[in-house]
């Protein structure tokens, strides 16, 4: 398996990885069948590597994990939210023009 700088989460681990997480986090809202959700995928990595240490970026799979989806209101994907001390701070709904930098710009404001 590819090692990679996003982590790959789960419901049962959603509370440990994003809420209790100490670093602002970027939670992608993805599916397989998903083309602007796989578009996303080596942006993530890129913010994921450039922001390590400071960021958390975590992926989840909305097929297999509904509980969090549901609570959050997610009504399309990709979805991005960001996490700052357990609480939804900020959102992006899909892959806009300027993806990369629209993720910085608004994570930055939370580091």
């Not at 990679?4 to 397989?32: K, R």
């Not at 450039?50 to 909305?62: A, S």
């Not at 939210?81 to 357990?86: A, R, T, W």
């Amino acid at each position: 398996m590819e090692q990679t700088a996003t982590l790959e989460i789960t419901d049962s681990d959603f509370q440990t990885h994003v809420l209790d997480c100490e670093l602002p986090v970027i939670v992608d809202y993805w599916a397989p069948w998903c083309g602007p959700c796989t578009m996303a995928a080596p942006v993530l990595e890129k913010v994921a590597q450039e922001y390590e240490g400071r960021v958390k970026v975590c992926k989840i799979n909305i097929e297999d994990n509904r509980h969090y989806a549901g609570q959050l209101g997610i009504m399309s994907i990709p979805t991005f939210h960001i996490f700052k001390d357990g609480l939804l701070v900020d959102q992006i709904t899909g892959v806009t023009p300027n993806f990369e930098d629209d993720i910085k710009n608004k994570v930055e404001s939370y580091i």
